[in-house]
């Protein structure tokens, strides 16, 4: 299941509508106040309980474009829905996600938050 992770960065990369999202202003100030283990506990939460069930019913319209890094990060690593999940990360649908597979996203969007913090020094 593991995925080399500076080639799906390299692939994100590409993506005119994944390269667009940075933090900023509210998302930004959240990250440096709370700090990267607080956050990636938001993280683990938020994908639990968004992410992983096997049927959302709003499933694509679950994750806001703001608000936490977190939102701002799922979308920048095509973590926020099943569909884009199914696409980038070839983990399947309508099934619950695995302990691994919620490991696995929520080591994604650490990484790019790190990015994120490493980009703003």
Not at 14 to 28: I, P, T
Not at 31 to 54: M, V, W, Y
Not at 105 to 114: A, D, F, H, K, Q
């Amino acid at each position: 299941m593991r995925h080399d992770i500076d080639e799906l960065f390299a692939h994100l990369a590409k993506s005119k509508f994944r390269s667009r999202f940075s933090l900023k202003g509210k998302e930004w100030n959240y990250l440096q106040q709370k700090g990267l283990h607080t956050i990636l506990k938001h993280a683990e939460d938020f994908i639990q309980k968004r992410i992983a069930p096997a049927h959302i019913p709003n499933d694509g319209k679950q994750t806001p474009f703001h608000n936490h890094p977190v939102f701002i990060a799922q979308h920048a690593t095509a973590t926020c829905c099943r569909k884009c999940i199914r696409k980038w990360h070839k983990i399947p649908e309508n099934r619950d996600l695995t302990k691994e597979e919620i490991n696995y996203i929520v080591e994604i969007i650490g990484v790019w938050l790190t990015k994120e913090m490493y980009n703003h020094q």
